[in-house]
């Protein structure tokens, strides 16, 4: 599993090994990058790509992206816990 797959560095190389792998990425043009890659490099039997963010806890998030820096991106969380709701 590789969780911030971005364009699928790691995900590319293990897939090249012959190992399954599920890569998680939420931003679209990361996914695109990887999708493509896979399938010039013809690993798409190889990749499961989810496009989401991961998180201990089910809750809204916003994907907050650099417009300077492709690989900076983060998500922020709205936690809400019962007793302030």
């Known amino acids: 599993m590789d969780v911030g797959a971005h364009v699928g560095y790691y995900s590319l ?3 090249k090994l012959g190992r399954r792998v599920v890569a998680v990425e939420p ?5 695109e990058r990887l999708c493509h ?3 010039l490099e013809q690993l798409t039997q190889h990749i499961s ?3 989401n963010a991961v998180e201990d806890v089910r809750t809204r998030a916003t994907l907050r992206q650099s417009g300077h820096n492709q690989g900076d991106s ?3 969380l ?4 019962v007793d302030f709701c």
């Open 78 to 81: 709205l936690v809400c816990y």
């Open 13 to 15: 190389l293990a897939a």
């Open 74 to 76: 983060r998500v922020e």
């Open 37 to 39: 890659a896979a399938q």
């Open 49 to 51: 790509i989810v496009h």
């Open 27 to 31: 931003v679209r043009d990361s996914i």
